[in-house]
């Protein structure tokens, strides 16, 4: 015996396809496909049979020469969930076969539904066709069945224009600078930021801006696993850093180091971007990442 | 009607890869021992079964001759299905009382192409075929309409392989696992294996029958029914046509000890069972059956051969052999072996 196998590829194929006359039963079926309606044959026995057959399978009789239109939509009688399309199937996503039984018929048709879940097609789901754009005059005019409409997709978009006056554009004006601007009510001592002009809890006022260093501490955090145009990547964290010297955190993303790392009483420091690219805006603090420093004691 | 007995059943040692060898040779060593086992080396009749896509060569089946030396010229026949049929056809030429002896064989190498897709060259080509429907997805299909407990799925699928990897004709295959199959509800253990293989059986009529062999395997009820082909058009959950045929070969006529079934996929053997009404105390495929080797075309025949060989070797008295052909049990021959 040779030790490495002698193989070939073989193909066996008629090329341009195998020709084949329909007959006039089933080319009415097919022509009326071609026209986007679903026709069956109805028997001696007044059984509609969809598809059509030449004989009766259940007595061997000649079918009537009567056509009923059914369906467009049926009943699904039974299927089994395809987890790996193949390229000859009429779907390459995961998809059913199903026995679908239209409306009018006495048969089952079998086609694939597109139900995106195998959980959505138990025995009794209504279907309904979805069509190929140009129509030939085959079973694949229909692209395949798929379930009742039962929810729509809303999009929503509305475009603001959005003006920093008061004190906003003071802090903003500052992280143009690369600072982060608080400011400390007089009346109780806290020190917020972003910079504001009277203090939420006591109600005094905040006079001029302080400056904050761009170190903190994380205070808590939450791993997120929805992209967001933002973060560096998925699965991202934002976390609610206190700045030192600040009372009250702020909300911030942190990069640069993995989501699973991240921990309250991390050292962090904000990531600024380049100084010729700085705008007054919050896309200047990329992130904050972790300085390296040992951990803090929350309190 | 003429007594006609199996009087000699031979198989190869299926694979389930393609070990190389051409039909001629995959067939030659069976026929070598059908023939030896009755000391003929020369039939009133032959008839084979075998599929020309398993191979992708037109009249593949000719060229097979070769393996059983076809001159002077023999009376030969073949049909393009499981070699059971060959079998069946072979019966029936055996009524005709001119000839006492028949060499049955069939073959199939599934190894070398996608047989998923060649089956789907069975269906209809105006319905069903261009959907690209395979056979494991229509058998999905009807394992979803039959609906039986997992456990009892299990549980044949387990036996099978046991039996299997005592059988010394089919590959061994492992405890199964739960893998999820290509198409659920089927799991990929619910598959059979993919097995090249051939079988032999020589059937003889009258006197002939005792004297090529001791304790022949009488065919005392051999039917076939077939049903419509189109999925959509039978109720999939059980099977008619094996019903039938059952009750024309006499299944019920007496105690069952053996029934080998060709059911490729578990839920056919729940079906098949209540169709041929088969109770607990009938031994179901103790060969491991096609679960434990397919050898696509041959795997009918190895069913009576296999429920032959137990009334041959004296360990049953009555057995019956089923064999399959189209997509989900659509046609359906049932074989009754006596003593």
């Known amino acids: 015996m040779p030790s490495d196998p002698l193989v070939a590829r073989h193909v066996l194929e008629f090329p341009g396809g195998y020709t084949r006359t329909t007959g006039p ?21 007044g059984r509609v049979l969809v598809p059509p057959l030449e004989y009766d399978p259940a007595t061997g009789d000649p079918v009537t020469g009567e056509y009923v239109e059914v369906g467009p939509a049926g009943t699904v009688t039974a299927s089994a969930w395809v987890r790996e399309p193949r390229a000859a199937h009429p779907l390459d996503r995961p998809f059913a076969w199903a026995l679908i039984r239209l409306d009018g018929a006495d048969t089952a048709l079998v086609h694939a ?18 069509w190929k754009d140009a129509p030939t005059g085959q079973i694949t005019d229909i692209a395949y069945f798929a379930p009742e409409v039962t929810k729509i997709v809303s999009p929503v978009r509305a475009e603001y224009r959005l003006r920093a006056g008061g004190a906003l554009r003071v802090f903003l004006e500052g992280v143009a600078r690369g600072v982060f601007l608080g400011g400390r009510c007089a009346r109780c001592d806290q020190v917020y930021v972003p910079y504001r002009t009277s203090c ?10 302080v ?12 791993i997120n696993n929805l992209p967001d145009p933002r973060a560096p990547e998925v699965p991202f964290v934002s ?40 705008t007054p805006s919050m896309a200047n603090v990329r992130w904050f990442a972790p300085t390296g420093e040992p951990d803090m004691e929350l309190s | 009607m003429r007594d006609v007995a199996v009087v000699a059943f031979a198989q190869t040692r299926h694979t389930r890869e393609d070990a190389g060898l051409s039909e001629t040779e995959l067939i030659l060593p069976v026929i070598d021992e059908v023939k030896e086992r009755t000391g003929l080396t020369r039939f009133g009749f032959t008839c084979s079964g075998s599929c020309d896509y398993l191979a992708g060569a037109p009249f ?33 030429r055996l009524q005709h009382g001119d000839v006492d002896t028949a060499l049955v064989y069939g073959f199939g190498k599934s190894s070398l192409g996608d047989l998923r897709e060649i089956m789907t060259l069975q269906l209809d080509p105006y319905y069903l075929a261009p959907l690209g429907l395979d056979q494991v997805s229509y058998a999905a299909l009807q394992a979803a309409a039959v609906d039986a407990d997992r456990e009892l799925l299990d549980g044949i699928v387990r036996r099978s392989r046991a039996d299997g990897r005592a059988n010394p004709y089919a590959p061994d295959l492992p405890e199964p696992d739960v893998a999820d199959g290509p198409v ?24 002939a029958a005792r004297e090529l062999c001791e304790r022949p395997a009488y065919v005392r009820g051999i039917a076939h029914r077939v049903e419509p082909h189109y999925l959509g058009m039978r109720d999939l959950g059980r099977s008619v046509s094996a019903a039938d045929a059952a009750r024309a070969a006499g299944v019920g006529k007496g105690p069952v000890e053996v029934a080998e079934l060709h059911a490729q996929f578990p839920h056919e053997e729940v079906v098949l069972r209540e169709a041929l009404g088969l ?24 069913r009576v051969g296999e429920a032959a060989r137990r009334v041959l070797d004296g360990s049953a008295r009555r057995a019956v052999a089923h064999a399959a052909n189209g997509p989900c049990l659509q046609h359906n021959l049932v074989t009754v072996l006596e003593a």
Do not use: K
């Open chain 2, 184 to 207: 659920a509800p089927l799991r990929a253990a619910d598959l059979p294996p993919i097995t090249d293989g051939a079988a032999a059986v020589v059937l003889a009529a009258g006197d």
């Open chain 1, 239 to 278: 976390a609610y850093v206190l700045l030192d010297g600040a009372d009250i955190p702020m909300i911030a993303l942190i990069g640069d180091v993995p989501a699973h790392e991240v921990r309250q009483g991390m050292r962090v420091r904000a990531v600024w971007v380049p100084e010729e690219e700085r």
């Open chain 1, 113 to 130: 539904v597109d139900a995106g879940d195998p959980r959505a097609v138990p025995p009794g789901t209504r279907v309904w066709p979805v």
């Open chain 1, 211 to 222: 400056e904050l260093p761009g170190t903190g501490v994380i205070t808590t955090f939450a």
């Open chain 2, 279 to 302: 109770g607990g105390d009938t031994v179901v495929n103790p060969s491991g059956g096609p679960l434990a080797a397919n050898p696509v075309m041959a795997t009918g025949l190895i």
């Open chain 2, 60 to 92: 593949s089946f000719v060229s097979a001759l070769d393996a059983i030396g076809a001159w002077p010229p023999i009376s030969e026949s073949h049909v393009e299905m499981d070699a059971a049929w060959a079998l069946y056809e072979a019966w029936v």
């Open chain 1, 25 to 45: 039963v089933i080319g009415r079926f097919l022509t009326e496909l071609r026209a986007r309606r679903l026709v069956g044959v109805r028997t001696a026995e």
């Open chain 1, 200 to 209: 939420p809890e006591c109600g005094g006022r905040i006079g001029e801006p």
